[in-house]
């Protein structure tokens, strides 16, 4: 219903200059005043003057979008010493803030998964690569045994960590982005679910009745994506997470000692 009645008024909106406006409103409050003599009742002649006067000035409400929520407080302060006497900012951070708590707790959810990952990755990596080594002890041996630098054994067994690693991170990258994406609008729909059940939000609305904006609409429009910054950060935590791992399987090779391996 509120939705309809804010298309009917745009709808039956006429533009008009200023100054028209301002006759028009004027002689409305006249006719007023003539047609009911009572409204003046319990009225001082210096109210009456002003209530006359105060419905010819010019009033205007202006929306502007902030793109980047962070910046609605900064915004605010700024444009707050600009305002005309009797003016004021009504801010929507409010309602955003009742939006992102689900993104918060996506947030606060995935950095204590990735420090969880990370120290698994690195004990269950740090495990399987002496295993690996170990099984490739006799190959290892011949190549001790050939002449071959132990330096150069190493950097053999990071190149081939490091390539597998690589490949494993490029497709968890897509399938992570995937599955967070699932598990982020379900958490928008749960959370819109019981505040619109709480009755927390009037009207299934945000911000003011011309916003035209209701949480089907954010949830339509949100999207989660995979920038150039984020995705070079998440190979270097991976790359980081298995050179970490691969570092104490090599104190391994250094230990060995072609003879025995060979006896």
Do not use: C
Request: glycine content about 4%; charged content about 20%; cysteine-free.
């Amino acid at each position: 219903m509120e939705q309809e009645w804010v298309t009917n008024e745009l709808i039956n909106t006429f533009y008009l200059p200023n100054k028209t406006v301002s006759r028009m409103n004027q002689a409305y409050v006249k006719e007023s005043f003539e047609k009911d003599t009572t409204m003046a009742d319990g009225m001082s002649e210096k109210e009456l003057a002003d209530y006359k006067k105060g419905a010819s000035q010019e009033a205007y409400s202006s929306t502007f979008v902030i793109k980047k929520p962070e910046q609605m407080p900064d915004f605010v302060a700024d444009a707050t010493p600009l305002l005309p006497k009797h003016y004021s900012i009504i801010s929507a951070q409010d309602k955003y803030d009742t939006i992102s708590g689900s993104m918060n707790k996506v947030a606060k959810f995935s950095k204590y998964i990735l420090i969880t990952a990370a120290a698994a990755s690195i004990i269950i990596l740090t495990l399987v690569i002496i295993l690996f080594i170990r099984d490739r002890k006799k190959e290892l041996g011949i190549y001790l045994s050939l002449g071959e630098k132990k330096i150069k054994i190493i950097g053999q067994i990071f190149i081939e960590v490091l390539i597998v690693a690589f490949i494993a991170i490029s497709i968890s990258l897509f399938t992570g982005n995937l599955l967070a994406k699932n598990v982020s609008t379900s958490l928008i729909s749960n959370d819109t679910k019981t505040e619109q059940d709480s009755g927390m939000i009037s009207g299934n609305q945000i911000g003011n009745a011309n916003a035209d904006i209701d949480f089907d609409t954010v949830k339509d429009s949100y999207t989660v994506k995979i920038d150039g910054p984020y995705i070079a950060f998440f190979y270097l935590i991976g790359l980081v997470t298995v050179i970490l791992s691969t570092a104490l399987p090599m104190l391994y090779i250094l230990r060995l000692n072609p003879k025995k391996i060979m006896m």
